[in-house]
């Protein structure tokens, strides 16, 4: 039986009360940086000479395919999680986690296509970087289209977290694709991988990269708190409604 | 300020703070070009790895324009998108979790009139 007092306690959460104050600062921390890096990315950073102004889509491009990444992570590990002590929470993790996954994958292959386009001429080639990173983009959208069809309940969630497990294989390969195949995509010009540690040319270009990853980082961040509270409080409201009925 | 206010009440803080960056984004757009223009040989970066140098066609860069304002419209719009679909996805919650609570009251106060009445009648 559903009382006023269950329903105030959702009501509170889905009011943003639960770590409100956290929320806010994500949000403003988010805002503040983001004008930072945008004064970098226009007036700071210098144009790069092969590239040219084209260049500057760089520095979306690279922290969108940072946090595409993560996000997997993020599914496989809250769905490990989920399957091992059966919690509702990580599945939620799970499912916040793919959505803004699906919103970042897209907006790698996006500003991806656009800028070869722009740089290079085409919009798309088959090749090993580009066409694993497609397959993430199903593998997150798929996560979705099976919670939504598939029973609701922990059943779904199981469903549910097996996709997102299976999706974690892709991200090594994606990351590596440039190291095992002859790709047209560029080679890795950041992180333990990358063979010149100077290949970026420019100490702005890099810190430039850096302050951009941490803002979207954080950008990231609040919209995962976002979407992690509200999809708790979608399933309070699913089992209220259950057990009113 | 009440045009503000307004706009605030409206759609919440989150997408005010989300349409003052679009507006940044807009103003940083004007300026792009300049910066570009202003760019001095020092201030240019030699060759990186990036890409083959033969396969960057023209050197002015204003040709390339319109690609980078497409990659930022496209982030800022996706992201504001989705920024107000969440929102308004909780307000349509809260509308639940109130016409529910209401319901919820409306039967308790039925079925406590239904055990008076009963136990006025067993009287």
Not at chain 1, 48 to 64: A, M, T, W
Not at chain 2, 68 to 74: D, G
Not at chain 2, 97 to 108: F, N, T, V, W
């Amino acid at each position: 039986m559903v009382d006023v007092g269950e329903l105030q306690g959702v009501a509170k959460v889905s009011n943003g009360r639960g770590g409100g104050y956290a929320r806010e600062g994500l949000l403003f921390a988010s805002a503040a940086l983001m004008g930072l890096t945008l004064y970098l990315i226009y007036f700071w950073v210098p144009t790069e000479l092969n590239l040219g102004i084209s260049q500057r889509i760089f520095y979306f491009h690279v922290p969108l395919a940072w946090l595409g990444m993560l996000s997997m992570m993020f599914v496989a590990g809250a769905s490990v999680a989920y399957l091992i002590t059966g919690k509702e929470k990580w599945d939620s993790l799970a499912y916040a986690t793919a959505e803004l996954g699906v919103l970042f994958a897209s907006l790698i292959l996006i500003t991806g296509v656009v800028w070869a386009r722009g740089d290079l001429g085409w919009w798309w080639t088959w090749d090993a970087k580009l066409t694993t990173t497609l397959i993430l983009w199903f593998i997150y959208v798929g996560y979705l289209m099976i919670r939504s069809y598939a029973p609701k309940g922990s059943q779904g969630a199981r469903y549910g977290a097996v996709v997102g497990l299976m999706g974690a294989i892709d991200a090594p390969i994606i990351y590596m694709a440039t190291v095992w195949w002859n790709t047209a995509h560029p080679e890795l010009n950041t992180g333990p991988l990358a063979e010149d540690v100077d290949a970026l040319g420019s100490g702005r270009i890099y810190a430039t990269l850096l302050i951009s990853a941490v803002t979207f980082t954080v950008l990231y961040a609040y919209m995962l708190v976002e979407r992690y509270s509200l999809r708790r409080t979608e399933a309070a409201l699913d089992e209220l409604y259950q057990s009113a009925a | 300020m009440s045009c503000i206010r307004a706009l605030r009440n409206r759609i919440g803080v989150r997408s005010v703070v989300f349409l003052a960056l679009l507006a940044v984004v807009a103003t940083m757009f004007s300026g792009a070009t300049e910066t570009y223009a202003s760019s001095d040989q020092s201030d240019v970066v030699p060759d990186t790895p990036m890409a083959p140098p033969e396969e960057h066609e023209d050197g002015d860069g204003d040709a390339e324009l319109p690609w980078l304002f497409a990659v930022f419209f496209i982030t800022w719009a996706a992201f504001f998108g989705y920024v107000f679909v969440m929102s308004r996805r909780q307000r349509e919650m809260q509308r639940e979790i109130e016409a529910l609570s209401l319901a919820l009251q409306e039967r308790e106060q039925r079925e406590a009139e239904a055990e008076t009445k009963a136990s006025a009648t067993d009287g």
